[in-house]
């Protein structure tokens, strides 16, 4: 069982930045694949990045387009925390947001199906 916690969500105005992070438990925290996705009222929960173990010390890291460039995901395996960071932030960025774990190295990281845990979710409010 993993168990997985978001903070850091909250308010903020466009073109802020705000860092997400995930705390989560299990041995081998190294392994999981971390992902972030998001939800935004009446609409389906969508992916975000992914940060996945690739080998060794090495983790390869993966972006939604709507985000790419804008958001960066990293984690801390000795503190068993995945963050997303969150610079020039749009409205349409507004959504509850989720970190979830893969523990199965599934290739197909962008589809929600695919992660065996999932956390409550965080909203984030970006205004005009």
């Known amino acids: 069982q993993v168990q997985l916690v978001e903070s850091g969500g909250g308010l903020v105005q466009a073109g802020g930045s705000l860092r997400l992070s995930c705390a989560a438990s299990g041995r081998t925290f190294s392994t999981y694949g971390m992902g972030w996705f998001r939800q935004a009222p009446g609409k389906e929960r969508e992916f975000v990045a992914v940060i996945r173990w690739s080998g060794g010390d090495a983790y390869d890291t993966y972006y939604a387009d709507s985000v790419k460039g804008r958001f960066t995901i990293s984690r801390d395996n000795a503190k068993n925390t995945v963050y997303l960071q969150m610079n020039s932030l749009k409205p349409e960025d507004t959504a509850v947001y989720y970190c979830?774990?893969?523990?199965?190295?599934?290739?197909?990281?962008?589809?929600?199906?695919?992660?065996?845990?999932w956390g409550q979710g965080t909203q984030v409010t970006v205004s005009s």
């Open positions: 979830a774990a893969d523990l199965d190295y599934s290739l197909r990281y962008y589809l929600r199906n695919e992660y065996d845990y």
